[in-house]
């Protein structure tokens, strides 16, 4: 698949991420004004530099700053759109990151590792669910999670008030502590490749840290 056919197929999912957004979210204030926007941003700044990503996100920020589009913005249509259409995101994200592999010089070794970053997630989770789901029932903790979450952008007081009334605090530390404990190699598997990943990235990244440490010197 190249450069070309890829990006037919972002534009068209985009289009469908956009029509589910726009009718399950409905209930955001300026909702189209907003997306628009936010699309804008995106298309002034989706050709910039690779070795300069950070700068490229900085970019963007602003541009939704000068729209008027505050972070609790781009939160809630995040938060609805994720709950609504997260399938329609996911196919947008694959889709992005393998157009930006093929342009990118180690764009294969990029794609090893997020294989083997989705095979040490799957392999954390079945960790977490067989040495950890004695401490609470991992999907109902899960279910309880994802209902106070909604609450975050919603209304304060009443998130606070859900997260009270089932612990979620205590239950996430207690289940947290023993993933560390019993599932660590995963966990720090997943550090390595990730930090792998982001120095292929950022290059830049990289080479600050040598000067800096020469600067010290």
């Given at each position: 698949m190249n450069?070309?056919?890829?990006?037919?197929?972002?534009?068209?999912?985009?289009?469908?991420?956009?029509?589910?957004?726009?009718?399950?979210?409905?209930?955001?204030?300026?909702?189209?004004?907003?997306?628009?926007?936010?699309?804008?941003?995106?298309?002034?700044?989706?050709?910039?530099?690779?070795?300069?990503?950070?700068?490229?996100?900085?970019?963007?920020?602003?541009?939704?700053?000068?729209g008027n589009i505050t972070n609790e913005d781009k939160m809630e249509i995040g938060q609805c759109t994720f709950e609504n259409?997260?399938?329609?995101m996911e196919k947008i994200n694959e889709l992005g990151k393998r157009l930006l592999y093929i342009k990118h010089p180690k764009g294969k070794e990029?794609?090893?590792?997020?294989?083997?970053?989705?095979?040490?997630?799957?392999?954390?989770?079945?960790?977490?669910?067989?040495?950890?789901?004695?401490?609470y029932p991992l999907d109902k903790l899960d279910e309880e999670n994802k209902e106070c979450n909604k609450l975050i952008l919603k209304d304060k007081d009443l998130y606070k008030k859900c997260v009270d009334k089932y612990q979620i605090?205590?239950?996430?530390?207690?289940?947290?502590?023993?993933?560390?404990?019993?599932?660590?190699?995963?966990l720090k598997q997943s550090e390595k490749l990730i930090d792998r990943k982001s120095k292929l990235l950022n290059p830049m990244q990289k080479a600050g840290k040598k000067l800096t440490k020469k600067h010290r010197k």
């Open positions: 450069n070309n056919s890829i990006k037919k197929e972002i534009k068209s999912a985009g289009m469908e991420l956009e029509k589910c957004a726009i009718k399950k979210c409905s209930h955001i204030r300026d909702l189209k004004k907003k997306a628009k926007h936010m699309a804008y941003c995106q298309k002034k700044y989706k050709d910039y530099p690779l070795d300069k990503i950070n700068e490229k996100f900085e970019k963007i920020d602003k541009c939704h700053k000068e259409c997260e399938d329609k990029l794609m090893e590792i997020d294989s083997l970053l989705t095979k040490t997630k799957q392999e954390k989770e079945n960790c977490k669910k067989n040495k950890c789901g004695h401490i605090y205590d239950k996430n530390t207690k289940v947290n502590q023993c993933v560390k404990k019993k599932c660590g190699k995963f």
